[in-house]
């Protein structure tokens, strides 16, 4: 039985077409036009003076944690619900995470729970917009401007989210991007450093390629964190039809709430009141005791009816990786964490099959 998966790029011929090209033009490496153009047209389309691609949102984390300087001795504020990349990176640039629990409303961090994290060693935060919610940014950047703290925007799972007016990724010192395939716009394996900053693009752009200027001249350690012409070609594509794929989110969105909004014991996807979320992946809460199945057994429903959902994350301070760095109680984390699923949401998905999603939701509600 073929399932309706959880997530599926949205390629078509104009992504051929530009890949092709680009094979057939022979720049297949890092080096070379399509991604300098995949550069300029990202840059622009977030709004930011630069856009440094790479070859992960993972890279792209640990480049920016190394252009801003951050490393032993340094502390990091990094929210407790997330992939865990973020955390991986602080860790591997030689500082150390310090996790912060998330808002129960919005499932991300918020400004008053950065201020409970500050110690004198913390330099950085960085902010993951999860699930495509936007963080209080206006609020983050206030804390972050009275502290001296350096905001790195985790804008993964969020292309396309608004705060005030303007993309994530635009708003704090440097923001990251991920591409992946079940990302909003894909290149496949991809990411991006994005910044105002001369300095940190300077330096992304240098470690990224070997740490070397001229060639072969080795200034700084740096890795080969490049992104090939290949998988710019595909970016360039799918950055023509980001404000579709976009659109086509949210329309997936409101069908879910439509038909799920006021069923007990389940909490929509949160939109909070400072911005406009990208709903990367359209996800739910589910109360066990409201709704007359836990979250694993409502998973496990809807498998056997052909539908792919996903778990939360888990609670970082509760993995083998980072439970050296549990310093404190992480109580909504681990709420929403054991009763969060995200649902359907991929570009291709039609909207028949979203009213199927929810409505079998629905059904299983123990009153219905
Ligand atoms: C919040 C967040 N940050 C970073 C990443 C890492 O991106 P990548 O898979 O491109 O390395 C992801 C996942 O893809 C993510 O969800």
Known sequence: MSMIPVA???????EERLVLEALRSGWISGRGPYVRRFEEELASWVGVRHAIATSSGTAALHLALISLGIGPG????????????????????????VFADVDPRYWVISADEVRRRITPRTKAIIIVHLYGVPANMGEIMEV??????????????????????????SIGDVGVLSFYANKTVTTGEGGAVLTNSNEVADMARL????????????????HNYRM????????????????????????????????????????????????????????ILIDKKAFGMSRDEVMQALAAD???????????????AFSAYADNKYPVSEYLSARGLSLPS?????????????????SLHKES
């Open 306 to 320: 052909g539908i792919e959902t996903r778990k939360f994350f888990y609670p970082l301070h509760t993995m083998p």
């Open 228 to 283: 090939t012409n290949l998988q710019a070609a595909l970016g360039i594509a799918q950055l023509r039809k980001a404000e579709h794929l976009l659109k086509r989110k949210r329309e997936i969105a409101r069908v879910y709430v439509e038909v799920l909004s006021g069923v007990e014991g389940i909490t929509t996807h949160p939109n909070p009141p400072w911005g406009e979320g990208a709903f990367w992946l359209y996800s």
């Open 8 to 14: 599926n790029p949205d390629i078509g011929e104009d």
């Open 144 to 169: 972050a401007r009275e502290e001296n703290l350096y905001v790195i925007e985790d804008a993964a799972e969020a292309l396309g989210a608004t705060v005030l007016g303007r993309r994530v990724g």
């Open 74 to 97: 340094d502390e990091v504020i990094v929210p407790d619900l997330t992939f865990a990349s973020p955390a991986s990176m602080v860790v591997l640039a030689g500082a150390r995470p």
């Open 346 to 362: 991929g570009p291709k998905i039609g909207d028949e099959e979203v009213l199927y999603v929810a409505e079998r939701i629905r």
């Open 207 to 222: 470690v990224r390629d070997h740490g070397m200027r001229p060639r072969y001249w080795h200034v700084v350690i740096g």
